[in-house]
């Protein structure tokens, strides 16, 4: 609980705020803290409404004296936090000027007496709060400001403006965004939705008529489709024919008889794409090796595919991996090799004992 000021509201305080809940001519009252007393020190008529007299505001402000504003609302402004309303002309608006120029005792002082106002006057006629520090902070714009913040309701986590910012960028309606039902097929092995143009491209892959396949993921249809099939001259080609900013399968032919499969999410990708593509690629391999016949002897991920993928990377990729993929298919295959036998794990003897010897001791010799 904050620390209290101990300053208290005077009976006139009280009686002028009582005369205005039955008057609705009376716009606003300021409160001044005067020596240590809460004292009513002014007061506004109404003559418009109130977006029109918040501009009249001004004429209760001083520029280096903090004080406190109670305004009534339009009987027709809004309902209260918890969607109660207040008998007409008596709800009112608490608001805290404090001018960034006032002496710091005077700032305290008046933070530290504001929750005695409200208690003091009757919590219940305040639904709408504002605080300050400059004058046109309480005009007819200050107070739009300030609806417009809080009708905005509560803040976003950051999970929550991202997937925000990528329904404004990529155009989608909460309805377009893919579920974790509508992802469910693509996950565990199952197969994996392709448009025909993938399949030819996949197909022609297996085939040997082109070495290279990037597919890209349709994140309206949810289907995976060709982004690009071709010949390549150069294994430092196959960067180039990656994006750095969004995801893709790449299928390559290394040589005739080394088919790789990479996936390829830059750093740079949103979370969203992360989790789409990761979901797919499982049943795009099931997909690819078992219906279309693609065959794949090694796969690794990169996520810098301009550095990750150059000649010499990819050199090394497959001096590294092949050899393993190539050993455990051939033992799956073949003939196993018994493992070695190995030696017999020893008790260790109990403390104080000695070590039992296979040959008898020698017997002692001595006279008959």
Known sequence: MAHQSGIQGSSDLSAKFVNALNNETVRALKVSIVGETLEATGNLQT???????????YSLLEETEPCYLLVRLDSDSGSTGDGTQQPTGNR???????????????????????????KTLGESYFVDDIFGTDVQDFSASGYRRHRQHVDSGAPLTEREEEMQRIRELEGYSAADMPTMDSRRTHVSGATCPLTDGARTALSDYARGTVNLVVLAIDPRSETVDVDRAETLQSHDDVALALPTNAPRFVFYWYDS???????????????????????????????????????????????????????????????????????????IGGAQVAPAAQPRFKRPLPPGRRPRTSTPPASSSGTS
Request: glycine share 2%; proline share 4%; aromatic share 8%.
């Open 47 to 57: 003559s418009g409404t109130l977006e029109e007299d918040m501009d009249r505001l």
């Open 257 to 331: 008889s080394t088919s790789l499969f990479v996936y390829s999410c830059p750093a740079s990708c949103s979370v969203r794409e992360r989790m789409v593509y990761s979901s797919f690629r499982h049943g795009l391999l099931t997909t690819a090796q078992d219906l279309l016949g693609v065959a794949v002897h090694a796969k690794f991920e990169v996520d810098d595919p301009k550095a990750e993928l150059t000649a010499q990377a990819l050199a090394q990729e497959v001096a590294d991996r092949i050899p393993v993929a190539r050993a455990a298919a051939s033992s």
């Open 92 to 118: 009112w608006m608490f608001c805290s000027y404090v001018p960034d120029s006032a002496k710091v005792r005077a700032k305290m002082l008046y933070a530290s007496t504001k929750a005695t106002v409200t």
